[in-house]
C-alpha cells in the first residue's frame, strides 16, 4: 500500500475518507503530483505510439481505382507503352506519373508520385501502383515518406526494381566520382535510401507483387528485385522459354500478363508452369 509522509493509506473502499484526513497543504502537493504523472504518462504514450507506429490497415481489395505507372532510370514513359495499352483495354484508368531526371535523388521524386496519387484519390478509395525498374524503389520511398497512403495502395507491382541494389552501379562508379550520381547512388548495393527502405520490405496495406527475369543484366544479382513478404515471380518459372531481358519487362507478353491478372483477380501465389500460355495470352491481349 501507498505510503505518505509516514502515514499508511487505508484499502480502496476507505480512500475518500483518508484522502479527507490529510492536510490541506498535503492534499495540495499530492493532487499535482498526480497531475504531473498523468500528464507525462500520456506523453509517453504519444511519443512511443508515433515512434512505434502501428501497422496500417489493409487496403480495400474489393475497391478497384486508378493504376499508377511509374517509370524506371531517366524516366521515360515510353517503355511502358504496352503495359498501358493492356491494362486500359482491361478497362483500367490509367495515370502516367513524370518523374524528373536521372540524375535526381530517387528522394527528390517522391513529390511527383504524390501528386498523381493525391488526384486520383480524391475521387477513388484505393489505387494501384506498378513501378519499373528504378521505379520500384521509388514507389517504395513514396510510401515510406507517406505511410498513410498505405491503406489506400490495394495492389503495388514492381518490375525489375532493385530493392537490395545492382552491382552495375558499382562498376559505374568505379569510373570516377560523379559518374554515378542521384537515382543511380541511391540504388548502390548498401545505400542509405535502400537500407531504410529494408528494414520492413513490403510494409502492411497493399498487396505486394514483384516480377524478375533471370535474362536481367542490368539489375545483378537479378534476386535483388524480390521483396520479403511479397509474392515473388521469376519469369522462367513460369515460362522457361521466355527471353525477356531487364528492357523488355514491361512489354513482354508474359510479363504484363501477370502485372494484368495481378491488378484484376489477383496472384495469392507465383504462378505455376501450367499458367504459362494462358498468362502470355492475356499479355497479349487474346483475352482478357
Known sequence: ?????????????RWASWWRGLAPRRRRVLAAAVGLLVAVGAGVGAVTATAGGSPARPADQ???GPVLLVPGYGGSLGSLAVLQARLRAAGRDVREVRLGTATQPIADQVPAIERVAAAALARARTIDIVGYSDGGVAVRAWLAAHPSRLSQVRRVVTLGAPHHGTDLTGAAAAFGQ?????????VQPGSALLRRLNRDEAPA????????TALDQTVQPVDSAELAGAVNVRLQDVCADDTAGH?????DGLSVGIVVTDLGPGLPAPPAPGQCSALRAVGRGASS
Open 247 to 251: 528492357g523488355e519487362l514491361p512489354s
Open 205 to 212: 496495406g497493399p498487396r505486394w507483387l514483384t516480377v524478375r
Open 1 to 13: 500500500m501507498p505510503r505518505t509522509g509516514g502515514r499508511t493509506a487505508p484499502g480502496p473502499r
Open 178 to 186: 560523379g559518374v554515378c550520381s542521384g537515382a543511380c547512388a541511391d
Open 62 to 64: 474489393a475497391a478497384v
